[in-house]
């Protein structure tokens, strides 16, 4: 079989080292790639959100299924392309449609969702900016801290959580007057605060059955003690110690089943990833937000995790009997971290050399993120470059070994975090 990945992070790298294990994977083909890709598959130099230019490529390759990496394609909908065009209808494409990926581009429609089929999840109420003097009421319902989302896709950025009443009513005119998170926020969703720990859990779905895959919390501020900005990202561990067997229990109960019952109930065409943010409130878990593909750097603590053939669960996705397959998973800890561009989230320059990768010992897998090629040179082309994955019988002896082969890669400016899993 012949597939295209598209996406070009860390993400997809771990996709394309998980997928090439598979037998029925004969020829991988990634777009675009990075150098970390290119040394496992082959990088083509196809845009994935220009959706004539993937159809050329999958006819050109005869590809026979492809698999979505990032949101936008999906958001976009690339699914329903696929579908309304008789060249390609017949090639499966996983991830949700264009309706059901709005699970993910448009918090506004995950709420409705979200409350229509009962699932725990924050009190909200969306605003435009007509009803901007009606969201600064809802505010003063709330009590501190107050959290304001842009409804649409804004590259992770478009949350914002503030103390104060004042500031937040200021940020709320942010958001649906000045633009800030530009479309993206001309509807603005605000909802209480939950207090609690977060983790992320990761459902299959072909749209009638569902399979969960290893839970795993990832560490968003750049910051040691997650202080400072957002960031894509900077490591996670899986599995997640406080995710005991009694609370995904109740996890599976109240939020993976209805999920799955409603996304059927709604006929949203769904055959992907969905993966639910959660906070653990007490004992109880809350759904935070759903995204629509696996989480980056999730991804590279989950993959390494399963010990199934994944090209042959994205078969069973496509053909509707995923419920007939066996998910087995891995006993052994994950956990990945990220070493990233210096300036990262906010400026940073690009095309720094990056030393060492061949002293990696076999104790780790190095994921490139943003990387390329350059006269026989990797460089670094993104903020976040590369995700050192290892295995141990607990996330801290996994945690050391991704830490003692840190140690051997060097780039100009070169930062990461040395406290992941520090509140575990």
């Not at 991988?28 to 150098?35: D, K, M, S, Y």
């Not at 750049?222 to 109740?250: C, H, Q, R, W, Y």
Request: proline share 4%; charged share 25%; glycine share 10%.
């Amino acid at each position: 079989m012949k597939i295209l990945l598209l996406g070009s992070g860390g993400r997809e790298h771990a996709l394309a080292w998980k997928m090439l294990q598979s037998n029925l994977c004969h020829k991988l083909f990634v777009a675009p790639g990075n150098a970390g890709t290119a040394q496992i598959a082959t990088n083509i130099q196809v845009n994935p959100n220009d959706f004539k230019e993937v159809k050329e490529a999958v006819l050109a390759h005869s590809i026979n299924m492809v698999v979505v990496g990032p949101e936008d394609p999906l958001v976009r909908g690339i699914v329903d392309f696929f579908k309304s065009d008789n060249q390609i209808s017949h090639i499966p494409v996983i991830g949700p449609s264009m309706k059901g990926a709005q699970l993910e581009g448009s918090k506004d429609f995950a709420k409705e969702f979200l409350f229509k089929h009962n699932i725990p999840t924050a009190a909200y109420q969306s605003f435009t900016k007509d009803t901007i003097e009606e969201g600064k009421i809802f505010l003063k319902t709330l009590t501190a801290p107050y959290v304001l989302k842009a409804d649409g896709l804004a590259a992770g950025k478009g949350v914002v959580i503030l103390e104060d009443i004042k500031e937040a009513e200021a940020e709320l005119e942010n958001m649906l007057v000045d633009a800030k998170f530009g479309d993206a926020s001309s509807k603005v969703v605000i909802e209480e605060f939950l207090s609690g720990i977060e983790l992320s859990c990761f459902v299959l779905t072909d749209g009638k059955s569902y399979k969960i895959l290893p839970t795993a919390k990832d560490y968003k501020r750049i910051g040691e003690g997650d202080k400072g900005l957002n960031t894509g990202g900077m490591g996670a561990v899986s599995p997640v110690p406080f995710a005991t067997d009694d609370f995904m229990k109740k996890v599976e109960e109240r939020i993976v089943i209805p999920t799955v019952e409603g996304i059927k109930k709604d006929q949203l065409d769904y055959k992907g990833f969905v993966f639910i943010g959660l906070i653990k409130v007490g004992e109880d878990p809350y759904v935070i937000e759903y995204n629509v593909r696996m989480g980056d750097p999730e991804t590279e603590v989950v993959m390494p995790r399963i010990k199934s053939d994944l090209v042959e669960i994205f078969q069973a996705l496509a053909n509707e009997t995923l419920g007939e397959k066996d998910l087995e998973i891995d006993e052994h800890s994950a956990t990945t971290v990220m070493l990233v561009s210096g300036g990262y989230p906010e400026a940073y320059e690009k095309g720094k050399v990056i030393n060492g990768l061949k002293e990696i010992n076999s104790d780790s897998i190095v994921f490139h993120a943003g990387t390329t090629e350059k006269g026989g040179e990797i460089v670094t082309s993104g903020g976040r470059v590369l995700a050192v994955t290892s295995y141990g019988k607990t996330f801290e002896e996994a945690l050391k070994k991704s830490y003692q082969n840190i140690d051997k890669i060097s780039f100009d400016k070169i930062f990461y975090r040395k406290d992941i899993g520090f509140d575990l």
